[in-house]
């Protein structure tokens, strides 16, 4: 089956500072990875996704790469805030043309955003 | 923006109980999952339910557990005799049609089992 590793497993960076979360997957076939942010207490929430058609896709001050040769993708914060602190999953889907997915999440990255 | 609902958000329960754990999807989605998380661990998948029965379960999701969707709007999780180690989040969520696309996640249900 599908293994993602996602690391660093802590992230602590400075206010206005980058911070990257890196993830690989090992089945081929995973063609869909979204980012999901979840603050203490709170459910999960979809903060960006890229297709295995994509190489890169960004959204303000968040972007995600892909490396299919590699069997890797990162999430990008640039400009870092304290309200960013969360935990941030990786997933990797394998879909098929039925619409059922088959997803796998990465531990989890815990991100301290330092004022 | 549509959400899906979770009752009850906490639940404690004795170990050996049943409990059931209730979610209402969002209306026009057609794809519904449960998934667990232990406290400081990763999100990890139960099960997927479609057209009324379940499509794929973990190793994680045996006997004691069962889904159904009684009356086209609930979604249930019920847990025949539960143990120490069922405690944990428990988050539905669903996804609206085919293909790849992002879960929404129920806001979750805590379940402490004593």
């Known amino acids: 089956g599908e293994n993602v590793e996602q690391h660093p497993s802590t992230l602590s960076v400075q206010e206005g500072d980058s911070a990257v979360i890196k993830c690989t997957y090992s089945?081929?076939?995973?063609?869909?990875f979204p980012w999901y942010k979840q603050e203490l207490g709170k459910r999960p929430q979809l903060i960006i996704d890229?297709?295995?058609?994509?190489g890169e896709k960004k959204d303000q001050r968040i972007a995600v790469t892909l490396n299919k040769t590699a069997k890797h993708f990162s999430l990008h914060i640039t400009e870092t805030q304290p309200e960013d602190s969360a935990v941030y999953f990786c997933?990797?889907?394998?879909?098929?043309?039925?619409?059922?997915?088959?997803?796998?999440f990465g531990i989890g990255t815990k991100l301290q955003v330092i004022p | 923006e549509p959400e899906v609902t979770q009752t009850p958000s906490h639940q404690v329960t004795q170990m050996g109980q049943e409990v059931i754990l209730r979610c209402v999807p969002i209306s026009n989605h057609l794809y519904f999952y449960w998934y667990r998380q232990i406290l400081g661990q990763k999100v990890e998948f139960l099960v997927s339910?479609?057209?009324?029965?379940?499509?794929?379960k973990s190793e994680i999701f045996d006997d004691q557990f069962s889904v159904e969707r009684p009356d086209g709007s609930n979604f249930t999780l019920k847990i025949r005799s539960t143990k120490l180690e069922d405690s944990a989040m428990y988050f539905c969520a669903s996804i609206e049609r085919q293909g790849n696309y992002g879960y929404t996640f129920g806001s979750g249900t805590r379940l402490t089992v004593v």
């Open positions: 089945d081929s076939a995973s063609n869909y």
């Open positions: 890229i297709r295995s058609n994509v």
């Open positions: 997933a990797a889907h394998q879909g098929d043309s039925g619409g059922y997915q088959k997803v796998t």
């Open positions: 339910f479609y057209n009324n029965e379940i499509s794929e």
